[in-house]
């Protein structure tokens, strides 16, 4: 079976029929047990993610209830005399959904996503670039978008969008090494007007900008970032992005693009980005 969660819910099994469930409490219930796939999810957990710190006298029975419709849902095909156990399993005061490797979209995006760090580790930007674009084409829309979520979903969601945002600046880091920015200069454009204080995509809009051409927009872009800083969170820019407002001033050679004879590796020294412990555009 295939268990999507990066876009809306979707389940499908092996013939390629649609299993997803219909009822907003069940698909809560699903996108929250395969999440968590593999791992025991307790009655006490369900009741505070479906209704938060108001559950019904009734709660615990109707768990019981959404579960026996999920098994018949993701099982019913197959279950009966002689069969095993299906995926939905009761465990240690909870359940459990059992999924074998590949199943779930997220799995295969995160080991895409870490399999082009390692990429970009060695050096190696047209790869990894192309597998952090194969990940993200994995998205079909804003994570589980069509399933009501209580506390315990929000915060899984979350992480797994934070990452996706580190992911992203990332290829578009490779993307730059390539002298991409032309390509990338309007998605970047586009990133930093939704995230507008996100270092790593204005450090990137900037070289892109520059590299284009576009010194003065270049400069407005880290001025920008510095007031909403200084008025949303009380900060500055950091270091690395003072030294590249500074580059873009003076026109360091180091900005040009890789195929440029003046250019060099890159924006920053690889030492002053393990220094930081972040990679550089």
Excluded at 196 to 207: I, K, Q, R, S
Aim: aromatic share 4%.
């Amino acid at each position: 079976m295939e268990f999507r969660v990066l876009g809306p819910l979707c389940v499908c099994d092996d013939d390629g029929r649609h299993r997803t469930p219909t009822a907003p409490k069940q698909r809560q219930l699903l996108s929250l047990l395969a999440l968590n796939a593999s791992h025991v999810v307790s009655v006490a957990q369900i009741v505070e993610e479906i209704w938060e710190y108001r559950p019904p006298s009734s709660a615990v029975a109707a768990v019981h209830t959404y579960v026996m419709q999920l098994r018949r849902s993701l099982d019913g095909a197959r279950r009966g005399p002689g069969r095993g156990p299906g995926r939905l399993q009761t465990r240690d005061q909870g359940y459990v959904l059992k999924l074998t490797a590949g199943e779930l979209d997220l799995d295969r995006y995160e080991q895409q996503v870490r399999a082009a760090r390692a990429t970009l580790e060695a050096g190696e930007y047209a790869e990894a670039a192309e597998q952090l674009r194969a990940a993200e084409m994995m998205w079909t829309g804003p994570m589980l978008v069509d399933v009501p979520t209580g506390p315990l979903l929000r915060a899984a969601i979350e992480v797994v969008e934070r990452d996706r945002l580190d992911a992203v600046p990332k290829r578009l880091g490779a993307e730059l090494r390539l002298g991409r920015h032309h390509e990338v200069l309007g998605e970047l454009t586009a990133l930093v007007h939704q995230y507008g204080t996100h270092e790593d995509l204005v450090a990137h809009l900037m070289v892109a900008l520059y590299r284009s051409g576009r010194q003065v927009d270049a400069l407005a872009a880290y001025h920008r970032l510095r007031a909403r800083l200084r008025e949303e969170l009380g900060t500055t820019p950091s270091a690395r992005l003072q030294r590249l407002h500074t580059h873009i001033l003076s026109g360091h050679p180091r900005l040009e693009p890789p195929s440029s004879p003046r250019s060099r590796q890159s924006l920053n020294l690889p030492a002053e980005r393990r220094a930081q412990g972040v990679r550089a555009a």
